[in-house]
């Protein structure tokens, strides 16, 4: 079990990297990964925004806090001042 569970981190960690370069050479912003159930639905931070994520972020994640931030992220951006970050998911943010 501990195998099967720490391949499931893997693969989420490779995935995530994938899909992040993939949008990095495409020129257009990744989105944040989904909840994967709805309980963790409860952990997206209503109010979040990230300058590489946007709007659906889970509590903690922001601009200053990204782990995985794009060229040209800027830390100091929030929902109300995006500095001309991310736009994904700003309309099902909450």
């Given amino acids: 079990m501990a195998n099967v569970t720490s391949l499931t981190a893997s693969l989420a960690t490779?995935?995530?990297?994938?899909m992040l370069l993939a949008g990095q050479a495409?020129?257009?912003?990744?989105?944040?990964?989904?909840?994967a159930n709805a309980n963790?639905?409860?952990?997206?931070?209503p109010?979040?925004?990230c300058w590489t994520h946007g709007y659906r972020v889970t509590?903690?994640?922001?601009?200053t806090t990204c782990?995985?931030?794009?060229?040209?992220?800027?830390?100091?951006t929030t929902c109300?001042?995006?500095?001309?970050?991310?736009?994904a998911n700003k309309s099902n943010a909450t």
């Avoid at 495409?26 to 909840?35: E, G, L, Y």
């Avoid at 109300?80 to 736009?87: A, C, E, I, L, P």
């Fill in 67 to 76: 782990k995985t931030p794009m060229e040209g992220h800027k830390t100091a």
């Fill in 47 to 49: 109010t979040g925004y």
């Fill in 26 to 35: 495409a020129h257009t912003a990744p989105t944040a990964p989904k909840p």
């Fill in 80 to 87: 109300n001042n995006t500095m001309g970050g991310s736009k």
């Fill in 59 to 63: 509590k903690g994640h922001n601009s």
């Fill in 14 to 18: 490779l995935t995530s990297a994938y």
């Fill in 40 to 45: 963790a639905r409860n952990c997206l931070d």
